[in-house]
Every structure is written in structure tokens, then in C-alpha cells.
């Protein structure tokens, strides 16, 4: 690794794989020998498309998506798909469910209000969001249009060991955080969402998987750009899409592939994060802020219970090249994001330093 990079613990933007920006960086004023960037080109030309295709159909190979579902390359990111949801499926039966995990998942409940009859079916606001509620606390109505809950919690750090039975309720879910990190079996999903910028690649680009029979529903003052049909029947170029974000997306995509695709960083996730809550359980300074059984494996939130020596923590380790630790405001402590591109040896580097923090302090 060159000198001068660090290892980046963002929640998003986030770190990105070194040989992804280097390939970006050498195709930059000249793609492929034609003369331009890939942010020069017209999206309708040659070049371009089999970018776009290029990249959908390893999405499609890399998450095992079904040939009933549609991948729509968006904008407007996580936050706008709270509104194109409800905008889409709700007429269905003027009702949906929402389970209430932490922050984004809150949002996106009260965007759903404006367009219908939104019940929360469980909420985990009473302790902080530390924990994710188990099968039996959700309390379901089979004639919802949907259930929507937030897979990864990328505040609190808390993640959906459990894929939640709805029966015939279709399951709309937010993985934002943790998309590409692990096995999803597509076909028990209405639709999926993720904002490029955790675990993809640059923000600006919202991946929207969506069974096909769910388009077509959506409410009448649906506004042209949020309605997925529209969106479907001009495969994501209804307007001009972020092409640059799609050939970066594509860019970390090949890079998945090559490291062993979805199965592989499932297993690596796992390792990395267990290493992490292990020095942080043994430690005597340090408090996990999820329960075990509902930690997340791509963010880590801990703290030390004293603002100070938390401050303290985010600078010392920022000079040993281990930056953006600072919790998110509405947890506090520390926040270590280690999606995909975070190598097992920048957590290894944070690990040690977790341990001579105790010792020293
Ligand atoms: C970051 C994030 C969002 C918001 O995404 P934007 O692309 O900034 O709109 C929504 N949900 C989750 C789980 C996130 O982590």
C-alpha cells in the first residue's frame, strides 16, 4: 500500500479497494483507447451501454438475482427510496408495516405516514437500538402492502441475523450497509435498496432490486422520476443516468469477483468483526454498544463511557493511520465501518492499538 493512504473507518463514504481507484485512475482521461473519460461519454453510446450492462449483469452473477427481478442504477441515494417505496407499493392495500431499528428505518416510517397507513410493528427506541427484535416480537398484519426494515443498522451497529417471515407480505428491506457483504436469498425479497457509498462504490448511485410484478401499483401522484416503472421500462435511463458511479460500481465489482465474490467476503466479514468485538469484550475500558446475537459485522460501535478518553482514543488512533473512528452523534464513542474493502490487516492494526489503548489508559 502506498505510504500516504490510511485505513479509512468511515460509514460512508467509505474506503474503497486501492487497486479499484488505481484502474479508475489510469483510465481516467482515456477509456479503453477512445479518446475520452467514461465522464465525457454520451450514455446512449456503444461504449457506455455495455458499461451499464457490463456492470448489471455481474451484479446480477455476484447476488445470485433472479430473472424476475429488475437492477435499477438510481439517484438520490438510500434517502430517496424512503419515499419511492410507499410512492409504489402502498396503493396495494393503503397499509404497510415497518419495524423501527434505529435511525434510517425511523425515517423512512415517516415518509410511508405521508402516503398511507404505516403500522410499527416493533421498535428497539427503549434501549438505544441495541438490539434487533427477535420473530416473535413483530407484530405483523398479513394485509400490509409490505414489511420494510433496515438490515444493517449503520449507526447503532446492530444487523438482521435472521431474515423475517412475513408470509405473503412482500419484504422491502434497506441494505444499505451490508449489500454485497453476504448471501441474500433474493426471492424472499418485494425489493431491496442500497446506496452505493458503504460497500459499492462512490455515492451518488442507489442499486433498486424489484420483483417485477410489484411495479405498476404505485399512487397517482407518483412524480415520473420515482416511479420504478418508468424507471424499469427504460432500463435506469429515463434520464441521464451517473454513468461515472455505474463504471465505478462495475470497477468494484470486478474486484469482488476476483476475490472470491459475495460467498468470500461473507466469510471474511465475519472474521474481521469477531476479531474486533473479541479485544473489545476482553478489554477493561471498552463497552460494545450492540447485544451479542444482534452485532453488526460491517460497523462496530464501542465507546469507553467518558467523552474525554473517547476523544482521546479517535486522535491518538488517527495517528497511528487508523482514521474517521468518531461515533456517529446519536450513539457518541467510536464507530469502526469495515465493509468489503477494508483489508483483514487494517482491523488487525485497529485491534492492537484497541489493546494498547487499554493497557495504557
Ligand atoms: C447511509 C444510509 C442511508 C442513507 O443513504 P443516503 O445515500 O445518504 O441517502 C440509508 N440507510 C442506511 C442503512 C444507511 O447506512
Same mark, same amino acid.
Given at each position: 500500500m502506498p505510504e500516504e493512504r490510511v485505513f479509512n473507518f468511515a460509514a460512508g463514504p467509505s474506503q474503497l479497494p486501492l487497486e479499484v481507484l488505481q484502474k479508475a485512475g489510469s483510465e481516467i482521461t482515456d477509456y479503453h483507447g477512445i479518446g475520452m473519460s467514461v465522464m465525457e461519454m454520451?450514455?446512449?453510446?456503444k461504449m457506455f451501454q455495455e458499461i451499464f450492462l457490463d456492470t448489471k449483469n455481474r451484479f446480477r452473477r455476484l447476488m445470485h438475482v433472479p430473472e424476475n427481478y429488475e437492477i435499477l442504477f438510481l $439517484?438520490?441515494?438510500?434517502?430517496s427510496e424512503f419515499s419511492m417505496v410507499p410512492l409504489n407499493? @402502498?396503493? =396495494? %392495500?393503503g397499509k404497510a408495516d415497518y419495524a423501527i431499528t434505529g435511525h434510517f428505518s425511523e425515517v423512512a416510517a415517516k415518509e410511508a405516514e405521508k402516503y398511507g397507513s404505516v403500522s410499527?410493528?416493533?421498535?428497539? /427506541? &427503549?434501549?438505544?437500538?441495541n438490539r434487533i427484535p427477535a420473530q416473535e416480537e413483530l407484530h405483523l &398484519? +398479513?394485509? /400490509?402492502?409490505y414489511f420494510h426494515y433496515c438490515a444493517n443498522n449503520t449507526i447503532y451497529g446492530?444487523?438482521?441475523q435472521y431474515v423475517p417471515d412475513t408470509g405473503s407480505v412482500p419484504l422491502v428491506s434497506d441494505m444499505s450497509s451490508e449489500i454485497t457483504s453476504r448471501r441474500v &436469498?433474493?426471492?424472499?425479497?418485494?425489493i431491496i435498496y442500497a446506496?452505493? $457509498?458503504? #460497500?459499492?462504490? +462512490? /455515492?451518488g448511485v442507489t442499486i433498486v432490486i424489484i =420483483? =417485477? &410484478?410489484?411495479?405498476? #401499483?404505485?399512487? +397517482?401522484?407518483?412524480p415520473l422520476m420515482m416511479n420504478y416503472q418508468t424507471l424499469i421500462a427504460k432500463d435506469? @435511463?429515463? #434520464? %441521464?443516468? +451517473?454513468c461515472w458511479c455505474i463504471y465505478m460500481v462495475g470497477l468494484v465489482l470486478e474486484w469482488l469477483e476476483s476475490q472470491g465474490g459475495v460467498e468470500a467476503m461473507e466469510q471474511k466479514k465475519h472474521q474481521k468483526a469477531e476479531l474486533l468485538y473479541k479485544v473489545l469484550d476482553d478489554s477493561h475500558l471498552f463497552h460494545c454498544h450492540a447485544l451479542p446475537g444482534s452485532r453488526s459485522d460491517m460497523n462496530v460501535t464501542f465507546r469507553t463511557g467518558n467523552d474525554d478518553l473517547d476523544s482521546k482514543f479517535v486522535a491518538e488512533a488517527a495517528e497511528h493511520?487508523?482514521? #474517521?473512528l468518531k461515533g456517529h452523534r446519536l450513539v457518541k464513542g467510536m464507530r469502526a465501518s469495515i465493509y468489503n474493502a477494508m483489508p483483514m490487516e487494517g482491523v488487525e492494526r485497529l485491534a492492537e492499538f484497541i489493546q494498547k489503548f487499554d493497557a495504557e489508559n
Open positions: 454520451s450514455h446512449r453510446s $439517484q438520490g441515494g438510500g434517502s407499493l @402502498m396503493a =396495494r %392495500t410499527i410493528v416493533c421498535s428497539t /427506541a &427503549d434501549t438505544g437500538h &398484519d +398479513p394485509e /400490509a402492502s446492530t444487523e438482521w &436469498d433474493i426471492s424472499k425479497y418485494g446506496g452505493a $457509498q458503504k #460497500n459499492v462504490g +462512490p /455515492a =420483483r =417485477r &410484478d410489484l411495479a405498476g #401499483n404505485a399512487l +397517482p401522484i407518483t435506469s @435511463m429515463y #434520464n %441521464t443516468p +451517473p493511520g487508523l482514521v #474517521n
